[in-house]
């Protein structure tokens, strides 16, 4: 049996998530099966790796992303094969509040394109939220969406780290997704109260069609700071055991990868009461009202250090429950079954 992934640009250090999630699986499902990996080029390159189809034999495609699953409907009429797509993220559907460049076309022509890849054999939703998006937008019928977790890399665990004081940090993007703007007003309000040292990292990660905000002028009065605008991913782990406690005031997630991640490693994870975060992996994340709310909660926790070891233990044994081995097992299991008709 020979699998082709239609795959995002596995660069985990620019691409993150996705990323992530493609490179996990592919590892792991090429040690058993016959596998062929065509990437996309860029953001908007998601016809070319469809029609490359045409001229390759396969039992089985699995499009990691919806926009690269949307041709395989057509395709199927010249060949016969199992198509399976994964959806992430509903990020579209909210351009207006996350302040997307050319918000209502990238809106548009997303619907089609997803409601095109929905007609695949398999669809599979990271998370609850996601799937419970799919029902709400398309209507699609919940029996033929399939939950599939990520999982956590063993590589993400606790190490001793040296250090003089409290560290507390932001990463991801500068995106208004991201909300940057809220981990800055936190710091700003911890900085007279505690003597801590304030990271803001993952900046340098961009999309065309997501607006940033402009941190130089956010920063203004903010002390004892450093700004890291990538993180390598061999420095991944170190940079989680750096912090005692990350700022994730993130307004939308498909899933929430790097919760999981940073709380394997022992760090405390704060996200916003309201934020849209799948359940699975908000469970021992400390959510907050707003930037006076966030700094009560880590006072508290700084001053009481019996319940921050208590929490820090509840999460990390959590995240730990999340494995790519589990998430491989269950996709192994759909690719074996006998393709049935819809």
């Given at each position: 049996?020979k699998i082709?992934?239609?795959s995002?640009k596995?660069?985990?250090?620019?691409v993150?998530?996705l990323?992530?999630?493609?490179?996990e699986?592919?590892?792991?499902?090429e040690?058993k099966?016959?596998?062929e990996i065509?990437?996309r080029k860029?953001e908007?390159?998601?016809?070319?790796p469809?029609?490359?189809?045409?001229?390759?034999?396969?039992?089985?495609?699995?499009?990691?992303?919806?926009e690269?699953?949307f041709?395989?409907?057509i395709?199927k009429?010249?060949?016969k094969?199992?198509?399976?797509v994964t959806?992430?993220d509903?990020?579209?559907?909210y351009?207006?509040?996350?302040?997307?460049?050319?918000?209502?076309l990238?809106y548009?022509?997303?619907?089609?394109?997803?409601k095109m890849?929905?007609l695949?054999?398999?669809i599979i939703a990271?998370?609850?939220l996601?799937?419970?998006e799919l029902?709400?937008?398309?209507?699609?019928?919940?029996k033929r969406?399939?939950i599939?977790?990520?999982g956590?890399?063993?590589k993400f665990?606790?190490k001793r780290v040296?250090?003089d004081?409290?560290?507390i940090?932001?990463f991801g993007?500068f995106?208004y997704r991201?909300?940057?703007?809220?981990?800055i007003e936190?710091?700003?309000k911890l900085?007279?109260?505690i003597?801590?040292?304030?990271?803001?990292?993952g900046?340098?990660?961009?999309s065309?069609?997501?607006?940033?905000?402009e941190?130089e002028?956010?920063?203004k009065?903010?002390?004892?700071?450093?700004?890291?605008?990538?993180v390598?991913?061999?420095?991944?782990?170190?940079f989680?055991?750096?912090l005692?406690f990350?700022?994730?005031p993130?307004?939308?997630e498909?899933?929430g990868?790097?919760?999981l991640?940073a709380?394997?490693?022992?760090t405390?994870?704060?996200?916003?009461e309201?934020?849209?975060i799948?359940k699975e992996?908000s469970?021992?994340?400390i959510k907050f009202r707003n930037?006076?709310?966030?700094v009560?909660?880590i006072?508290?926790?700084?001053?009481?250090?019996?319940k921050?070891?208590d929490?820090?233990?509840?999460?990390?044994k959590?995240a730990k429950?999340?494995?790519w081995e589990?998430?491989?097992n269950?996709?192994?299991?759909?690719?074996s079954?006998k393709?049935?008709?819809r």
């Open positions: 049996m082709i992934f239609l995002p596995i660069n985990i250090e620019n993150k998530g990323a992530r999630y493609a490179y699986i592919i590892k792991r499902v040690k099966f016959d596998v065509i990437e860029s908007i390159d998601v016809i070319k469809q029609l490359q189809l045409l001229s390759k034999k396969f039992d089985i495609v699995h499009a990691l992303s919806p690269l699953g041709l395989l409907p395709i009429k010249f060949k094969f199992k198509s399976i959806f992430h509903f990020f579209p559907f351009y207006r509040s996350l302040k997307y460049r050319f918000g209502k990238f548009l022509s997303t619907k089609i394109i997803w890849s929905l695949n054999d398999v990271n998370s609850s996601t799937k419970l029902i709400k937008k398309f209507g699609i019928n919940e969406v399939k599939i977790l990520e956590v890399d063993k665990k606790e040296k250090k004081k409290i560290v940090g932001f993007n995106s991201k909300r940057v703007d809220i981990a936190i710091f700003k900085q007279n109260k003597d801590a040292e304030f990271i803001i990292a900046g340098k990660i961009k065309f069609y997501q607006r940033n905000f941190i002028k956010l920063v009065g903010l002390k004892n700071f450093k700004i890291i605008e990538k390598d991913e061999k420095n991944i782990v170190n989680y055991n750096y005692d990350m700022i994730f993130s307004m939308i498909g899933f990868l790097p919760i991640e709380q394997a490693c022992g405390i994870v704060l996200i916003k309201n934020a849209l799948p992996v469970k021992y994340a930037a006076k709310d966030a009560n909660k006072l508290q926790l700084i001053n009481d250090k019996e921050w070891k929490i820090k233990e509840k999460a990390k959590y429950s999340f494995t589990k998430c491989v269950e996709l192994i299991k759909i690719y079954e393709n049935e008709n």
